[in-house]
Structures are given as structure tokens and as C-alpha cells.
């Protein structure tokens, strides 16, 4: 089974970056869709940004502008450039993997999930 990684994770103050990472067990170079969800407490998980092997990308409304998702194949990773980080975009958040790719966004099939980074971002 595909182990998902994550990485870059913090504490930011409001109107700063982070970008995260997440490495994969195998080689991504056919997965269709990868992307990221997050987690507040007391919360659904949504997934923020999504990318296919062709490099299409999708993003949520409350994190587009913002947020960029990309992929290296040869290095098996994800990554996502967050921008202009605001105290909402706290929360915990997971790489994902729709390895039958049968994601028709904005409805994801991620059934791979790693096990998260920690993101806060202070006032």
C-alpha cells in the first residue's frame, strides 16, 4: 500500500508562507490525481488543490489566488506554495492519492491519505 509523507508544516503569522511537501512510497508518474485536503477541529476535511498527471490543477474557492499545487515525478512529490496565509487556513492538512483516478472534481475519490502537517497561522 502507497505511504504518503508530508512535510513543511508550522507556525506562520497572517499574511505569510509555507509550502508543504509530501513524498510517496511509489511513483507517481501515472497517478491521475493528487491532491490536498485539510482539517479544523470540529470540522469536515476538504480538499484544497488537486492536480493530474498532465498537470491540470483545481482549487477551492476559499484557497484560490492563494494557494498553488505541483508535482515532481521524478521525485515522487507534491507540493503546495500556500500564500497570504489567513488565521482560517489553520488547520491540519493531508496529501491524497486517487490512484483508480476517478476523481471528477469538484468530487474527489482520494483513497490514500497520508498522515498530515500541522499548519497555524497566527493573528
Known amino acids: 500500500q502507497v505511504q504518503l509523507m508530508e512535510s513543511g508544516g508550522g507556525l506562520v503569522q497572517a499574511g505569510g508562507s509555507l509550502k508543504l511537501s509530501c513524498v510517496s512510497s511509489t511513483s507517481i508518474f501515472n497517478m491521475n490525481f493528487m491532491g490536498w485536503g485539510r482539517q479544523a477541529p470540529g470540522k469536515a476535511r476538504e480538499v484544497v488543490a488537486a492536480i493530474t498527471s498532465v498537470g491540470t490543477t483545481y482549487y477551492a474557492a476559499s484557497v484560490k489566488g492563494r494557494f498553488t499545487i505541483s508535482r515532481d515525478n521524478s521525485k515522487n512529490t507534491v507540493y503546495l506554495q500556500m500564500n497570504s496565509l489567513k488565521p482560517a487556513d489553520t488547520a491540519r492538512y493531508y496529501c491524497?492519492?486517487?490512484?483508480?483516478?476517478?476523481?471528477?472534481?469538484?468530487?474527489?475519490?482520494?483513497?490514500?491519505w497520508g498522515q498530515g502537517t500541522q499548519v497555524t497561522v497566527s493573528m
Open positions: 491524497a492519492l486517487d490512484e483508480d483516478g476517478r476523481s471528477h472534481p469538484p468530487v474527489y475519490t482520494f483513497g490514500s
